[in-house]
């Protein structure tokens, strides 16, 4: 029979070993990190987030334009069938929110298949201009399908050639225009920001080429403010919409995304303190449908 002695130095010589490779597990396991770490340092490596997706920052832009790549041909179509119908009136309350005057020269940044553009004009047709002062709106997307939706539909609805209004259709990134300083006298952004890589990018870049006294203006996606509306609204989004976008689209995985990069997007204060501090001053902000989505006012002054 084993001694207490014996037992007892059995027990400790046991618990030295383990403490030692456990030691040796711990040591790799914090090398491992480190190493890695550093080399996430090295390559700079920044990571944001795609959906409920946590992806590289590098990644995001071209996996946003394969999203919209795919949808563009059904993109209106699909914005009726998930709002019902809604997302019209929202952006005629944005367009009156902006109330443009004769002479604006707007940049509809991300202004795809060209909504909000179709209702500035409309809004200035109706519009008294004894003066025929010309206004001018830039539409630019990062996604070049989506402009060739708005300019089809621009020629439909026979706005190509308005005037005293003119249309110009342009490829770009919100988050790095091409535009000098101080070119447009209104920013509107509708439907868009919560699908860029670095919002503060875009922010910046819209208080740069807005002139002094002009003003930037975004209807987004926010988050709901009545608890019994936000239950229905989360089942409606994430058990309905991808369902809507395969049997209308012919695509599950893009609405899947939409779906969760709203959930994603900054709430209401905290989208304001970001428009603040890209420099605009007078920030509001405005809820529809119970937050549903929200209007963010700014101006350059």
Same mark, same amino acid.
């Given at each position: 029979m084993m001694s207490y002695k014996v037992l007892r130095t059995n027990i400790i010589r046991e618990s030295q070993i383990f403490t030692k490779c456990l030691g040796i597990a711990m040591a790799k396991r914090c090398y491992m990190k480190t190493a890695n770490t550093s080399t996430s340092e090295q390559n700079d490596e920044r990571t944001t987030h795609f959906g409920f997706q946590t992806i590289r920052e590098s990644e995001k832009a071209k996996e946003v334009h394969t999203v919209f790549e795919n949808v563009a041909n059904s993109y209106d179509l699909m914005n009726d069938a998930m709002s019902m119908g809604i997302h019209r009136i929202w952006k005629d309350i944005f367009m009156q929110e902006l109330g443009p005057t004769h002479g604006t020269h707007l940049l509809d940044s991300a202004g795809g298949t060209g909504d909000i553009t179709f209702r500035y004009m409309n809004f200035l047709r109706n519009?008294?201009?004894?003066?025929?002062?010309?206004?001018?709106?830039?539409?630019?997307?990062?996604?070049?399908?989506?402009?060739?939706?708005?300019?089809? =539909?621009?020629?439909? $609805?026979?706005? *190509?050639?308005?005037? @005293?209004?003119?249309?110009? #259709?342009?490829?770009?990134?919100?988050?790095?225009?091409?535009?000098?300083?101080?070119?447009?006298?209104?920013?509107?952004?509708?439907?868009?920001?919560?699908?860029?890589?670095?919002?503060?990018?875009?922010?910046?870049?819209?208080?740069?080429?807005?002139?002094?006294?002009? =003003?930037?203006?975004? $209807?987004?996606? *926010?988050?709901?403010? @009545?608890?019994?509306?936000? #239950?229905?609204?989360?089942?409606?989004?994430?058990q309905i919409i991808p369902v809507m976008g395969q049997l209308i689209a012919g695509q599950w995985k893009p609405y899947q995304y939409l779906v969760e990069s709203i959930r994603r997007f900054p709430k209401q204060e905290d989208f304001k303190e970001m428009i603040e501090s890209a420099g605009f001053r007078n920030v509001t902000y405005r809820n529809l449908t119970c937050g549903m989505v929200a209007i963010h006012s700014g101006f350059k002054l």
């Open positions: 519009t008294p201009n004894p003066h025929n002062t010309r206004s001018h709106v830039t539409v630019c997307d990062i996604n070049q399908h989506m402009l060739d939706v708005g300019k089809e =539909r621009a020629n439909k $609805l026979g706005l *190509s050639q308005d005037g @005293n209004c003119s249309i110009t #259709w342009k490829r770009e990134d919100a988050e790095n225009l091409s535009f000098p300083e101080d070119s447009f006298t209104a920013y509107t952004i509708a439907f868009g920001v919560r699908n860029v890589t670095r919002i503060d990018k875009v922010l910046s870049e819209a208080y740069r080429v807005l002139q002094p006294g002009g =003003r930037f203006l975004c $209807l987004e996606f *926010s988050h709901v403010t @009545n608890e019994t509306l936000q #239950w229905l609204y989360d089942r409606y989004s994430f």
